[in-house]
């Protein structure tokens, strides 16, 4: 066996769990290491304590003196526990978050020192970032990239680092980051959903969106994936023949944890309730080494910082059990891939789900409104929606052979859909008082019954309803939620604004009741949006020509998709929203587009170093061994030989087959490449990198997965998928 894939193999069998000790109830541990409203009672005076609470609230800004107090506690809390340094964490248009350390130390003269933090290096810092991607924002304009502090997502400390969550804009106010314009999407879908569930509830003052999301990940021993160069440049295996076994027995789903596993689920999670991440599911998932954590939903802020930290945070604990969580999409061909469900829901200030039937016709209607609406905004805007999980790697999962499709689609189950068809009946205008009953009673009263046993579950589905939120399960498990949170709460948003706006014309132009109004709007918005409704099969063919009918689009790869996040209704509908201006939304798709190329001209290399500098040589020196059999044989039979060598030579033959095939495609794959390089248009580029570079891919693993096969299993250099995938 090779040097290394003997190294990395023996290492593993070194490997003994550490098994975490709890020592205090995991409620009591929660939230130890966040500066959260328990904590600010402790250390703030009540000034200041009103002053945050008012900011995370109504989004009042903290006057600076207030600021000063704060950073002064937040420093003597951090102080107390051993903390020595403050950073500003963001979120940089990268995907991964940011960080830059002080120290909170200071020099008075020469030859004292103390430890300073004010409310300025708390509210606004000025990192040199200017190595982010900002899709020449920051050249066109300033040069100048802030951090500005976010008092709704609570500072925390990990390590030994007080970690303060900010904004990054750049001086002239656009956006650089994924939280900007997601707290502008959730200020959106506050105002206008808190109109409409003000004509169920006047009470009713604010509105948040809520998000909990299901990450999934695969964990694979560290020295394992050391040994894998494409693992560990690429996040995936660009090449490696399936194991005999592999999920088809269904035999980890849901089975009992391996120990090492549970070992680092327990790390993890411990560390986790000290920052406030409130986790609280785990499982294995469908494929081997394959692993599923959940959290208790947040408001959507929130749960986006919890998972972008939380991304982070498994890195550095898996590295404590010599494992490493590999966040990819498809790290593995030929088993379940890897994604991240963000279940969202709406709720009020008076605790109200509004995605939740309730138990009067009237919170009914209000159920239905919020419900009906959504679909239409999906139906509105599928493509945008498609656009907002578009990358690299996620092109793995949707529209590949692998869960869910590219199609975007909502299920609903097949009793709402009876609901709405009824729904769709309603007489235009003016309702008589027996049909207004027959509502009553009949459709809407009957909802929550409906809802208790609507146990029917499309998996299939990219957007489904389940029970008392939608699920998206589109979106990528290495993403940041930002980017499809965004959007989502974006498009309701501005469905919700026209539905208000809809509604009260009826009121006032026809002299309808509020009630009868709500119907009539509603009715229009099921018969236009039944396109987006779909109960089937998602994987289907038959779906797939079907959609293609309704007119859906179909957008399989991130060039094709990302199309939609420069549409001119999409341009149009963020700058209405006051979400992104257009500067800024094509800065960011300049950003997702070059990051594609990026991404696949680095896999390019990769994959053409490995299948020349491994594979091939590996490939020759068995060839060899064969060749010296042979003329062994021939010394040893004479002219007779062939009858005991044919077999021999076959392979010989074979191999050397596909050394040529490998050499012409990763030669033509490099011309591919240099020739895409050259192109000024940057759609241009990507779509050669994807419609010609990328499918060589393919091509060249292939022949190297064949020769995995051929090869004397002793001389080949890359851990196999079988040592990958069952190594626990
Ligand atoms: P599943 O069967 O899809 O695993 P779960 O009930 O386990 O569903 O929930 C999955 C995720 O959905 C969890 O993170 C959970 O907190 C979240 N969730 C539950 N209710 C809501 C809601 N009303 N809004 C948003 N997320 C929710
Ligand atoms: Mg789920």
Redesign the pocket.
């Known amino acids: 066996m090779s040097t290394l894939r003997f190294q990395a193999l023996k290492e593993t069998l070194n490997r003994t769990s550490i098994l975490v000790a709890e020592t205090e109830r995991r409620s009591l541990l929660f939230g130890k290491n966040v500066f959260n409203q328990a904590t600010m009672l402790q250390y703030l005076t009540k000034d200041a304590f009103d002053s945050v609470v008012d900011a995370i609230e109504n989004g009042s800004k903290i006057d600076r003196r207030i600021a000063d107090q704060i950073a002064s506690s937040m420093k003597d809390w951090a102080l107390s526990k051993g903390v020595t340094h403050y950073t500003h964490w963001f979120q940089p248009l990268t995907g991964a978050t940011a960080e830059k350390h002080d120290a909170f130390f200071e020099t008075i003269g020469n030859d004292r020192a103390m430890e300073k933090f004010g409310g300025d290096q708390l509210v606004q810092q000025e990192p040199d970032a200017s190595s982010f991607p900002h899709g020449g924002i920051r050249n066109t304009f300033e040069a100048r990239g802030y951090t500005a502090w976010d008092p709704t997502s609570p500072a925390f400390i990990y390590g030994t680092t007080l970690c303060i969550p900010t904004v990054f804009v750049a001086y002239t106010g656009e956006a650089l980051d994924y939280k900007t314009p997601l707290l502008r999407a959730l200020q959106a879908v506050d105002s206008a959903a808190t109109a409409v569930a003000k004509y169920f509830d006047k009470n009713v003052k604010k509105v948040n969106a ?5 990450q999934e990940y695969f964990l694979i021993d560290r020295a394992l994936v050391n040994s894998r160069p494409d693992l560990l440049m690429t996040g995936r295996t660009l090449l490696g023949h399936s194991s005999a076994k592999g999920q088809q027995l269904d035999d980890h789903y849901f089975g009992s944890i391996p120990n090492r596993a549970l070992s680092f689920m327990r790390d993890l999670e411990n560390e986790c309730m000290l920052l406030g991440i409130p986790v609280k ?1 785990r499982h294995n998932e469908v494929a081997p080494n394959q692993f599923e954590l ?4 947040e408001e959507t802020n929130l749960a986006v910082d919890h998972n972008s930290l939380l991304m982070d945070v498994m890195e550095k604990v898996a590295m404590r059990h010599n494992l490493k969580v590999l966040l990819h999409e498809k790290p593995f061909a030929g088993v379940n891939g890897s994604g991240k ?1 963000n ?3 709406l709720s009020t200030n008076t605790n109200v ?1 509004l995605l939740s039937p309730g138990k009067t016709p009237m919170s009914n209607l209000q159920f239905l409104t919020f419900f009906i609406n959504t679909i239409r905004a999906i139906n509105e805007y599928e493509e945008l929606m498609r656009a907002g999980v578009a990358s690299a790697s996620n092109d793995h999962r949707l529209g590949a052979n692998e869960a869910p499709p590219a199609i975007m689609s909502v299920f609903i189950g097949q009793q709402l859909t009876a609901v709405l068809k009824e729904l769709e009946g309603v007489t235009d205008g003016k309702l008589s008082p027996q049909e207004k009953t027959d509502l009553k009673l009949n459709v809407v009263g009957k909802i929550p019954e409906i809802l208790l046993d609507n146990t029917d579950r499309n998996r299939t589905s990219p957007f489904a309803f ?1 029970g ?2 939608f ?1 998206f399960r589109a979106v990528g498990s290495k993403a940041n939620c930002a980017n499809p949170m965004t959007i989502l709460n974006t498009i309701v948003a501005k469905q919700l604004k026209e539905f208000k706006k809809e509604v009260d014309e009826l009121i006032d132009t026809k002299n309808l009741k509020k009630d009868e109004a709500v119907f009539n709007v509603l009715r229009e918005y099921i018969k236009k949006s039944r396109n987006i409704l779909f109960e089937g099969n998602g994987y289907g063919l038959e779906w797939e020509k079907e959609s293609k009918k309704r007119g859906l689009s179909n957008n399989k790869t991130t060039p094709e998709a990302l199309k939609a996040k420069v549409s001119k209704k999409t341009l149009d509908l963020f700058d209405e929203m006051g979400v992104m201006n257009k500067i800024e939304a094509e800065a960011r798709y300049e950003i997702e587009i070059e990051e594609y190329v990026m991404r696949i001209q680095i896999e390019g290399r990769v994959l053409g170093d490995i299948a020349r500098n491994h594979v091939i040589p590996t490939a020759i020196k068995y060839q060899n061994m064969l060749i010296q059999n042979v003329s062994g044989l021939k010394e040893l039979y004479g002219k007779d030989f062939e009858k005991y060598a044919k077999e021999q030579m076959e392979i010989i033959e074979e191999i050397s087959l596909h050394i040529g095939k490998i050499n012409t495609k990763v030669n033509k794959m490099a011309t591919e490449r240099k020739k895409a390089n050259k192109l000024e248009d940057l759609e241009k580029k990507a779509s050669d990198y994807c419609m010609k570079v990328k499918p060589l891919f393919d091509e060249i693993r292939y022949s190297c997965d064949e020769l995995e096969l051929l090869v004397d299993d002793e001389l080949w250099p890359l851990t196999k998928y079988r040592e990958l995938l069952f190594t626990k």
């Open positions: 809520s998000l909990g999301w299901e599911t959940a959290p208790i939903y469900h279940n969202w829901s789900n389940t008392n939120k699920e």
